[in-house]
């Protein structure tokens, strides 16, 4: 069954610093898509970046790029130069088709990234 | 930049009452998501829409759960009778590849 981990319930990172969060997934399709988005305390799902399972580069979003490994099936979010507005609840999430074809994203547990001044 | 549109943002209802949440989806996405997340959890999947019906359903989405697309823009989750439990933020979502989410409406039911 597909399933996607993400292991740190908490994160603090000190402004400027980059901060790794952390993602497994498990599928047994070849073609899939893991997501990452950013939920503020206001409540929001805020897209930050997407990578398809054939990609051969890893994503990149402006200070964000995702550190796709494919064999150890981890997609590890990678925030460069934290500033205090990262402060939020961070998803990660995978699309693949499962024992379907619609698209709905299986979500993991999230992680909570608290920036220092 | 387009975006998906939820409204309301804050309901509250009474246990036993029926709600509607509504959704404006991206114009020229053909998927269409409600998803729910309650306090403190992860977001769930409840169902899907693609070409004007359900395509897959969670166990969540029980009877008292429908959708519909009654005008070709707005997507809606209608809630027939509330329960306590229903108490959660709902998201609408809309995909062709990437899948972006509105900003969600948090049901209190009292």
């Not at chain 1, 929001?44 to 550190?67: K, P």
């Not at chain 1, 150890?72 to 990262?86: E, F, H, P, T, Y």
């Not at chain 1, 088709?97 to 979500?107: E, R």
Request: charged letters at 20%.
């Amino acid at each position: 069954a597909q399933k996607i981990t993400q292991t740190q319930p908490g994160m603090f990172v000190q402004e400027k610093e980059a901060v790794t969060l952390d993602c497994t997934y498990d599928t047994s399709d070849q073609s899939y898509g893991l997501f990452w988005y950013k939920q503020p305390s206001s409540g929001e799902m805020i897209f930050l970046i997407y990578q398809g399972s054939y990609d051969e580069q890893n994503a990149t979003e402006g200070r964000y790029s995702l550190n796709f490994q494919k064999a150890r099936k981890s997609a590890n979010l990678v925030i460069s130069a934290s500033q205090l507005g990262d402060s939020a609840m961070y998803f990660c999430a995978m699309r693949d088709k499962g024992s379907s074809n619609t698209g709905k994203l299986i979500f993991g547990q999230g992680t909570t990234l608290q920036v220092k001044p | 930049e387009p975006e998906v549109t939820q409204t309301p943002s804050h309901q509250v209802t009474q246990m036993g009452q029926e709600v509607i949440l509504r959704c404006v989806p991206i114009s020229n996405h053909l998927y269409f998501y409600w998803y729910r997340q309650i306090l403190g959890q992860k977001v769930e999947f409840l169902v899907s829409f693609y070409n004007n019906e359900i395509s897959e359903k969670s166990e969540i989405f029980d009877d008292q759960f429908s959708v519909e697309r009654p005008d070709g823009s707005n997507f809606t989750l209608k809630i027939r009778s509330t329960k306590l439990e229903d108490s959660a933020m709902y998201f609408c979502a809309s995909s062709q590849i990437l899948a972006f989410f509105g900003q969600g409406t948090r049901l209190t039911v009292v």
